[in-house]
């Protein structure tokens, strides 16, 4: 049903394009990992995702949307995976989420674990990844494929105020919106090493997103986070 919703508004509040790798394709039970920049993300996500290959997946997502009256059925209903960060029960997240690889779902889900602190719209790179991603993949032995996604912050940024400003003009300003989506991949045995691979896949595709909008930011650097450690940066580099 969210699948549907997306597809049906994200075009109410922008001109959404998606484009993909030559080489892309879900097998079943595949891990999504996208970029996550806004609270609009996942709808355009969600609306590309359905519009190119027609793949409504389980979302992972932070608990207090669980809690938003109907959102939260809805949530419950379609087996999406509730993540109570920062408490006992937040492996458990990883359990259910495997449970629905087996069964050949998709699971869609944000490495960076939360959305930038920034007002501004502007693209940037993806956060350093947290490693519940490659946990994942290598417990369930699941492909990964990169997905970059740019615009949403155009839709909403900033704070609530300006948030709410953002959703209310989207519709007369109709911004433009991208999602690519990049080749699966196989990811290494090693944690560090995997995360570092998916990482840079998903920067990738996000640059891809951002430059089909004309950012700027998609032509310079700052893929590598000045905070990540020497060996993340190298292995993001192969």
Do not use: C
Request: zero cysteines; a positive charge.
């Amino acid at each position: 049903m969210l699948s549907r919703i997306a597809a049906r508004v994200v075009p109410f509040f922008g001109r959404l394009t998606v484009t993909a790798d030559p080489g892309a394709r879900l097998a079943p039970g595949s891990i999504l990992v996208v970029n996550h920049t806004s609270l609009a993300d996942p709808a355009l996500v969600l609306a590309a995702l359905r519009r190119r290959l027609a793949v409504e997946p389980v979302l992972m997502a932070a608990s207090g949307l669980w809690r938003v009256p109907v959102l939260g059925r809805a949530l419950a209903w379609e087996g999406h995976v509730p993540v109570h960060r920062g408490s006992a029960r937040a492996a458990t997240a990883l359990d259910h989420a495997a449970v629905a690889l087996a069964s050949g779902r998709h699971v869609m889900l944000y490495a960076e674990g939360r959305i930038p602190p920034r007002r501004d719209a502007a693209e940037n790179p993806p956060e350093v990844f947290r490693t519940g991603l490659a946990r994942l993949a290598l417990a369930t032995g699941a492909q990964v494929v990169p997905i970059g996604q740019a615009g949403a912050r155009r839709i909403t940024s900033g704070g609530r105020v300006k948030q709410l400003a953002g959703v209310l003009t989207a519709p007369v300003r109709r911004p433009g919106l991208h999602v690519h989506i990049g080749a699966p991949l196989t990811l290494p045995g090693d944690v560090a090493e995997a995360t570092a691979l998916a990482h840079g896949a998903v920067t990738e595709a996000w640059r891809t997103a951002a430059g089909a909008l004309g950012e700027p930011a998609a032509l310079g650097g700052g893929v590598e986070p000045a905070t990540a450690p020497a060996s993340y940066r190298r292995a993001a580099r192969k």
